[in-house]
């Protein structure tokens, strides 16, 4: 019987709220599939600073280093609450890079998807969705800017300066580009890269080693596409994408445009994956306006779980079925108050309310053999 050990960071604001709904559909994972799963929650973000004086606490990490799988909810605070923490002790630069850093989860993987029955929650016109949305966003996500060198100072004239690096060696390059072509071989074998090379030296050579990575799957069709003019095409013509490549800002920005054209954050689940670790989040924020309102939606937290059955555990159908249980919740006519508005002809139901149809769908669904 299997066994796997999976550290559950609650995080911020919703997470705790979200993080409910996903450990019931693990729970019924584990009963139907007859394996089990050690749950371990591990303080986290803000409230861990809190609470124990430190974001990523030492003994968060011990439970992180020791689990199969990490699924972590979204951190952060608002913006004034925010003050209350040191600079470096405020939860992106004390504890989400960090572990990032800390299992060098390079490849983070955002789909942007949205089925035809969906596409209501799109702001797109039902024209430019056609059939769906369906991409795969690959971004680099632990090199760039985010970890460059940074200084800030003072000149001798006496002006304010900031400056940050943003370095990539072809290391970095060549192992996202694998992870790209890879998922393009899955996928429809079209790769769009996602580029600045026309400003950026950096991307002159994230290009370069893209194509040489290329040549060994000369069954990916590989087209080069500069960043800003990718915003605009993600907009308008979305059927265009497959896969999406880019370094670690790049990435950070379209997959937020990607949540924007699904018409929602809130419909953005994420995998994030090194070599020896993977961690599983939302791609959203905290959303403290509506903590503790139960109206936040647990999809992408759920969808999270699905990415952890597939990437982690190999469970590639369990995942279908969770991501099917999800869609036919809203196909049943359901939905919750931060993704629909009342009277738009949704039933409104609450964030555990969503989760329980969520498990009851997926009861219903046969158990892979
Ligand atoms: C994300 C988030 C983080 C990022 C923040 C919270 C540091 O926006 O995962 O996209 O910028 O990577
Ligand atoms: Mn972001």
Redesign the pocket.
Known sequence: MSHYKIALLDGDGIGPEIMTEAVKVLNLIAERNNITFDLIHAPFGASAYFECGHPFPEQTQKICDEADAILKG???LNHEESKKIPVDMQ???GA??PL?RRYNTYA?F?PVFLPKSLAHFSPLKAEIIGDGIDIMII?E?VGGL?FGEKETGVTAEGVRYVKEVLEYDEIQIRRIAKVAFETAMKRKKVLHNIHKSNVLKSSVLWNTVMEEVGQDYPEVRIEHILVDAAATYLCLNPGRFDVMVME??F??IL??QGGGILGSLGLMP?ACVGDNKAYY?P???SAPDIAGKFIANPYSMIGSVAMMLEMSFGMDQEAKNVWHAMQSVFADGYSTADLSKPGSGVIMINTPAFGDRVVEALRQMPVPA
């Open positions: 979204p951190i952060g939860p992106e630069r989400l890079l990032r983070n955002r971004r996500l985010y670690n800002m990435g950070d997959s937020d994420s989040e791609s959203h924020g």
